[in-house]
């Protein structure tokens, strides 16, 4: 297996629970001593899936890649696990944030979960001039993130990003950063040959607006961006959380990580 291949979330076992850890992995070269679980974790693997001692699982933690570990002590509400050997090692995955304008509860949960399916680095809340949904619960966004990457392979959750107004978000955004802007006003066109124009590695930006969509104030500060692509995602008008993952899936066809591009190391 080449590197590539190890780093790949599908070569990966599918019958071993995968968790999500703070913790260090690896101590000094070497598999980290035995490490607690969170209550909430503990609980899943006690009581949910009634795992005995030495049930392998495999844990990750965002910088020492993928980890086999076993079971070493289950007592209420503390499950110690011992890493064991590295499975899959760490890998940086595409440098794709993702910036939405915030839904109500059950659609955000969706949205946070499927961006980071698609790939997205980091999930930046901005608050357009005609977003509804205001306060955004950065806790339940994590913890949906951490769920999604738990559950589809990923080596490292998205990190979240508090929440800001759209002006003073696209100014944090360096400027090499290319920002693909989803417009349903963009003129009808295929949008992969637009991103196919984008360098291979070139970090990505993907902007989703609101479900009452971008005022015109918006669009010319976005127009003025030196670095900014604006796509048509068809010529339907797509719900913000369906947009977010058709966005995010031509974004990684044409200048992604489907593109079978190596990892960026
Ligand atoms: N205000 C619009 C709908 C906005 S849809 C209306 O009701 O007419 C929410 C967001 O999804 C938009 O801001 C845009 O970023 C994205 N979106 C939806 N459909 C799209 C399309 N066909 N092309 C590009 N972006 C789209």
New binding site residues.
């Given amino acids: 297996m080449n590197a590539t291949d190890a780093s790949n979330a599908r070569n990966r076992d599918r019958r071993a629970p995968r968790l999500f850890v703070a913790q260090p992995l690896v101590r000094d070269g070497r598999p980290a001593p035995a490490l607690t679980l969170e209550p909430q974790q503990s609980h899943y693997l006690a009581n949910v899936l009634r795992l005995q001692e030495g049930a392998r699982v495999l844990l990750f933690n965002g910088v020492d890649g993928e980890w086999s570990a076993s079971v070493s002590a289950l007592r209420r509400g503390a499950v110690t696990v011992t890493p064991q050997e590295q499975t899959r090692p760490q890998s940086r995955g595409p440098d794709l944030h993702y910036l939405f304008a915030p839904l109500k509860h059950a659609r955000l949960d969706y949205m946070a979960q499927k961006a980071t399916e698609m790939g997205a680095s980091r999930l930046v809340p901005v608050i357009t001039e005609r977003t509804e949904a205001r306060r955004v619960n950065l806790d339940r966004m994590l913890a949906n993130a951490i769920e999604a990457a738990e559950q589809c392979g990923l080596l490292a959750v998205p990190e979240i990003a508090a929440g800001e107004r759209l002006p003073a978000a696209l100014a944090r955004l360096e400027p090499e950063r290319v920002l693909i802007f989803?417009?349903?006003e963009?003129p009808a066109g295929n949008p992969l040959e637009t991103l196919a124009a984008i360098p291979r590695g070139t970090p990505l930006a993907v902007?989703?607006?609101?479900?009452?969509?971008?005022t015109d104030a918006e669009r010319r500060l976005l127009a003025g961006m030196p670095k900014a692509a604006r796509?048509?995602?068809?010529?339907?008008?797509?719900?913000?959380d369906t947009?977010a993952v058709a966005?995010l899936a031509v974004t990684q066809a044409a200048a992604g990580d489907w593109t079978g591009a190596p990892a960026q190391r």
């Fill in positions: 989803c417009d349903e963009a902007l989703v607006g609101p479900e009452g969509g971008f796509i048509s995602l068809g010529p339907r008008i797509l719900r913000a947009a966005a």
